[in-house]
């Protein structure tokens, strides 16, 4: 808007071209000045000038918009970007419709509770034909530790979409959209992301998957803390400004780490008040944290953590700017994940970062250094 031409705007053709006379072109170049300069520079009056800056700064401001409004462009923004569906109800009317397109989502857990496997799904609803509710698009799978099996996908599809899967060579075609790439160091990684921004616009991919980005980092030859700090900061930088450039949705896994016991709470509802200081939670009753760190986390637009508690799995909604924080239970089942229920319940204070892993006395040994 400060670059908005004067030329351009309502002003009486005299004074336009007084100012075009004086090189002020811009409503930066009127509204950087006093409105004693401009009378002076210009030589009118300043009844004259306080009528052209009004005018110049009415054209140049945006307009004021009504709650309604701004909730109209939000619906139709919603609209046009889209959501992948999850195909998990509950989860999928949390968020909206699924994980929303233009954004990063995160999934974080111990190892084996589910992720791959969620991922995996999320693939084959993106590949899957628009009219059985899919995106009818490729999808790039950056398969770092290995895990993806396109048997397991396809699998999935049979037991979970029989009605489509069935039909001859349907099974191998939707499998044929999903492109793994299995980077073998942090530096092939970053090459890789930075050649796919024309090639997600060109090959209509409608997913990316990074499965996972901790394992990424974890085999790199210890470069530091802050080197580190500064690898991620650059990666979810451009992975975020990919996911709005392409309008898909970006899902990245992290895993999990112990907590260690000189570590500060991640959040400040985390910690307890006593006598007006604050004293840090001791219960470990869960001391597992996401391995990439709070930076990471506040960078991601959704986080969904996936942990076990009491023999249960329970996949909860940690962070979203468009639900509560909710905890659905589920189950891995031949079709893949599963909810039990599609009533989340909300979950307040520590609970909603808390990691557990199968109890206390179950819980996996992890390494507390920090990644």
Not at 276 to 282: D, F, I, L, N, V
């Amino acid at each position: 808007m400060a670059n908005k031409l004067i030329g351009e705007m309502n002003l009486h053709k005299r004074i336009s071209n007084i100012f075009a006379a004086r090189n002020i072109i811009t409503a930066k170049d009127a509204l950087s000045m006093t409105e004693f300069e401009l009378m002076e520079l210009l030589d009118i009056g300043i009844k004259e000038i306080q009528s052209a800056v009004k005018l110049i700064s009415e054209a140049a401001s945006p307009p004021c918009l009504s709650a309604q409004s701004l909730l109209e462009q939000k619906v139709e923004n919603e609209y046009l970007s889209g959501h992948l569906p999850t195909h998990l109800k509950g989860l999928d009317s949390a968020l909206c419709g699924g994980i929303p397109f233009g954004v990063v989502t995160e999934l974080v857990g111990p190892p084996g509770i589910g992720k791959s496997q969620f991922c995996m799904k999320l693939a084959l609803s993106a590949s899957f034909p628009k009219a059985y509710g899919g995106l009818d698009g490729r999808v790039i799978y950056i398969d770092v530790e290995s895990k993806f099996s396109s048997r397991r996908v396809i699998e999935m599809g049979l037991k979970s979409f029989p009605e489509v899967f069935h039909l001859k060579g349907m099974a191998q075609e939707m499998a044929g959209r999903i492109l793994v790439l299995r980077p073998t160091s942090l530096s092939d990684f970053t090459d890789s992301i930075q050649e796919l921004k024309e090639s997600i616009l060109q090959n209509q991919v409608k997913l990316l998957v990074i499965d996972s980005m901790t394992a990424l980092l974890s085999g790199e030859n210890n470069p530091g803390a802050q080197r580190q700090q500064h690898q991620l900061g650059w990666h979810i930088s451009f992975l975020k400004s990919l996911a709005e450039f392409a309008r898909i949705p970006i899902v990245v896994t992290n895993q999990v780490r112990s907590q260690n016991r000189d570590e500060t709470s991640q959040y400040s509802f985390q910690a307890k008040l006593k006598d007006g200081c604050q004293e840090h939670t001791r219960t470990y009753d869960s001391h597992l944290v996401a391995a990439l760190g709070i930076n990471w986390a506040h960078a991601v637009t959704i986080r969904l953590v996936l942990e076990a508690k009491s023999g249960e799995r329970i996949i909860k909604v940690a962070k979203s700017p468009m639900s509560p924080p909710l905890a659905f239970p589920f189950h891995i089942t031949s079709g893949g994940i599963s909810l039990l229920s599609d009533e989340g319940t909300e979950l307040k204070g520590p609970g909603i970062n808390n990691i557990h892993a199968r109890g206390h006395s179950d819980m996996i040994n992890f390494n507390g250094d920090c990644l």
